[in-house]
């Protein structure tokens, strides 16, 4: 059974600092691209930042310089740095592995976490 469960998120003030994890479990984890997506409020959800299986990363330009992503494959973890928060990052964040395989296609969602950046 695949899980993927993120912890971290919670309310911040304009400024501040959050780090988002994701674990997963059921999966071989090393050969997985790990990213992270979110959603606002009535609008549609997008890719936030990426981090392939070999530790190549991209990042949305509205994050670029303040989000940081990376992943430690020995305990099945990707992370989600995120400093300098803005008003404008409040969303449910999720996580997403995804992978081919054998011709196939492997895609994983978790349940989201909610992060809320406010004065």
């Known amino acids: 059974q695949v899980q993927l469960v993120e912890s971290g998120g919670g309310s911040v003030q304009p400024g501040g600092s959050l780090r988002l994890s994701c674990a997963a479990s059921?999966?071989?984890?090393?050969?997985?691209?790990m990213n992270w997506h979110r959603q606002a409020p009535g609008k549609q959800r997008e890719l936030v930042a990426s981090?392939?299986?070999?530790?190549?990363?991209n990042y949305a330009d509205s994050v670029k310089g303040r989000f940081t992503v990376s992943r430690d494959n020995a305990k099945n973890t990707v992370y989600l740095q995120m400093n300098s928060l803005k008003p404008e990052d409040t969303a449910v964040y999720y996580c997403?592995?995804?992978?081919?395989?054998?011709?196939?296609?492997?895609?994983?969602w978790g349940q989201g976490t909610q992060v809320t950046v406010s004065s």
């Open positions: 981090v392939t299986n070999v530790g190549s990363t």
């Open positions: 059921g999966i071989i984890f090393s050969i997985y691209a």
């Open positions: 997403n592995a995804n992978t081919r395989w054998s011709m196939r296609d492997y895609d994983y």
